[in-house]
């Protein structure tokens, strides 16, 4: 049995995964190079310092900036992404997820959040989702990154639940890895062929209830 939903922020509760790229491909633009959409896909779910290794890849720079230029060019990123992030409001929280979140309470299933992200916090305030979590782990407590499991199997230590009783939902083929070996199931969510090795996948919480995600997952 279900007991806890842990969910992943960036492209799942709101749709912040296009701040990032669009954070990322301006500054890639800057150094003379794109970065496409699809590239971008690398970067969910990794940490900030990650994402940025991948980008300077794409553009041939992986070894061409210091440790301190790179925290330079992460921080300008961030200031970027930030300035996306000042614009949300409660209404930017995706369709239907509300509804799900009140669903899961009602049923007394315990919630948290799972995120790489050091801005989840300022997310969670802006789009008033603070107050729904039972749990929130995020960059700022966990500094292991996705792939491993710590960011989901933290959530589930403070809650004191099992992990095969816990849910992860995660739009990124990274968190669907770490939600596997941490050992509890998973819902791909918004339908990318990256995220096959899911339990089960949604393309959105629209109409999504407790009771469809028990008939897949007991
Ligand atoms: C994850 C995003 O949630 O957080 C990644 O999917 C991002 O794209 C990571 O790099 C770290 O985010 P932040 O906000 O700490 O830079
Ligand atoms: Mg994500």
């Known amino acids: 049995m279900i007991t806890c939903c842990i969910f992943d922020l960036d492209g799942v509760l709101v749709d912040t995964a296009r701040f990032h790229y669009r954070a990322w491909a301006d500054m890639a633009h800057d150094l003379g190079f794109e970065f496409t959409p699809e590239q971008g896909e690398a970067t969910k779910g990794v940490s900030r310092m990650a994402s940025l290794d991948i980008v300077l890849c794409v553009g041939g720079m992986e070894n061409r900036f210091s440790p301190e230029e790179k925290e330079r060019l992460a921080a300008e990123k961030n200031a970027r992404y930030l300035n996306y992030v000042s614009t949300m409001t409660p209404d930017d929280v995706l369709p239907g997820v509300r509804a799900f979140l009140a669903d899961l309470k009602r049923n007394g299933v315990k919630i948290a959040l799972g995120s790489a992200s050091k801005n989840a916090g300022t997310i969670l305030d802006r789009c008033a989702l603070r107050d729904v979590f039972d749990a929130i782990v995020d960059g700022t407590l966990v500094s292991r990154a996705k792939p491993d499991p710590v960011v989901f199997s933290k959530g589930a230590e403070l809650l004191g639940i099992a992990p095969e009783r816990c849910v992860v939902f995660?739009?990124?083929?990274?968190?669907?890895?770490?939600?596997?070996?941490?050992?509890?199931?998973?819902?791909?969510?918004?339908?990318?062929?990256?995220?096959?090795r899911a339990t089960m996948a949604i393309m959105t919480f629209e109409n999504f209830t407790y009771d469809a995600l028990c008939k897949t997952i007991d």
């Open 170 to 196: 995660e739009d990124a083929a990274a968190g669907i890895e770490a939600a596997t070996r941490a050992g509890m199931r998973s819902v791909g969510v918004g339908g990318d062929k990256l995220l096959a």
